[in-house]
């Protein structure tokens, strides 16, 4: 099969309705099976797995990944296998799509877990009932998707948005379903082998499981350092190495995730982390400015520089493009169009959100209230900067399939810093309410976008993406309280840092008690971090982007244990060599570390984040012992 699509002078001169119309009669399938039983149940099934990858992800570095591509290969596999062995048939391509509509919305879902909700736990000091948390993310990101779905008919049918993320994942499905199985069954080896690998060294990594199956003799070290301190202890001026997380993991998971991210921001990483935890650290610990030796404590200290750095470098990548804002709110309600719409019977009817946004809205603000005690006014006042920030975050990740979800949250804190001075738990939540809904409208049009290009009914995909919310609150939420099992001090801690939510409450705190709160040198951290923010971005945008850093990973290295950034930072580079020295397109090298960089990458930390969870539930209910 070949992908339609219009070419760029089409684009421009083309009226709405003459796309819709060329859409209609050149790529729409409705005759194709699309969200069947089977489909439906898979995207459920897998999207709530597949969103353990994001809540582990997410505990560990603040990111959010994408399981749209995971599901797919997956998919295709199974049910390719299933139909060669005379068990039911294979999936069309359109029911693939379906199904990653659903795993796609199950794991993008599961952000307030790993930052609103528990920034907000450390705030109060209280356990947010797990009923609560069900129904408030439950809410936002349904939210999320009836805001999502009027603005497909502008940013996709008629500006034809890239919407990168989302092509690709157009792309693979079409090559999937066009090459007879042969490339998916290698790309599905490929997952598969990388899930293995990466799960089986989390589950050897595990001393108290490898114990309890008498077979400690085959365990692996947390770090492989731990070797040379069986003979000697590293120090930096007084403090041992592995006190600042200096440590070589045995882990592979967190080198799929440098793998994801690229060369360019796994550096930018490293060079803060670098300077943090054999700087920075170490001169404070010497001087007592940081009373503990721990990671929490370290953090807690040296946040302040890297917050700085992220919130100046973000805010000036989103408001200095005044073109992409305004950009935002031209056409929002489409061009011109003739008498009738020639997709009426397929995109989701218009009373759907006239209806549902001010019921959906009014429910969030009631929640927003009784969960988190936001006023109803302040809810209020959120719902028209959920509506501007969508605007401008959906034209930015169908652009460059980057959504600035930082800078939205921290131009919220500020706003609601002056209207609700001085309520941190406030601040938090007002942020989190514009930011989940903005990132879960933006990240679903980044899935909508295959829809489109292959031809699959909108209306079927908008049910397919509550059907996912629904299955990733089901899994998600009950796992995540189970893993930290009521003790809100496990989060900053090592074993579940939480960098998101960290960051979020300290702004918040900040914001709200004022810069005296600070130690003198934190202060003279977020001066400076807050200028190199500037400068960074500033200088990015005159070089066009080839400038080697990124001013918002620089500041997200302040956060993250080195030991994280050190095994992500290699990720990249293994895969940047490989692309660098694999001359030969059909050298194995290639096919697997060049051209199936992201499948390998997907499956190693598919892999080892659904076992990891696995771990840490066993470890925290059943291996209760030392």
Known sequence: MAIHELTPEQVRSMTLAEKDRWWRAEVFKGDLPQLTIRSALTGMILGGILSLTNIYVGIKTGWTLGVGITSVIITYAAFKLLSGAGIGREMTILENNAMQSIATSAGYMTVPLVS????????TGQVVPPLHTGVWIVLVAVLGVLFAFPLKKRFINDEQLPFPEGYAAGVVMDSLHSEHGREGLFK????????????IIEVLRSERVMRAIHLKWLALPDA???FIYRFATPKLLGTPLRDLTIRFDSSILMMGTGGLMGLRTAASLLITATLNYFVLAPIMIHNGVIHTVSYKAITTWSMWGGAAMMTTSSLWAFLSKPQIILQSFTGIFGRARGAADPLADVELPMRVFVIGIPVVGAAVIAAAHVFFGVRIALGLAALPLVFV???IA???TGLTSITPGSAIAKMTQLTFSVVAHGNTATNIMTAGITTDVTLSAS????DIKPGYMLGAKPRQQAVGHVLGVFAGALVAVPIFYALFHGNIGIFTSERMPMPSAQILRSVAELLTHGFSTLHVTSRIAMAIGAVLGLVVEIVSQRSRGRFPLSGVALGLGFVLRF???LAMAIGASVFWLAARRSRRADSVTHRVFVDNQETLCAGIIAGGSIAGIALMLLETIVLKGP
Do not use: H, Q, R
């Open 394 to 396: 959906v034209n930015s």
């Open 563 to 565: 030991s994280d950034v």
């Open 443 to 446: 990240n679903l049009l980044m």
């Open 224 to 226: 492989w350092d731990d």
């Open 188 to 199: 599905a080896k490929i997952l598969g082998v990388g899930g293995a690998l990466s799960g």
């Open 389 to 391: 920030f969508t605007l």
């Open 116 to 123: 609103s909700i528990p920034a907000y736990m450390l705030v």
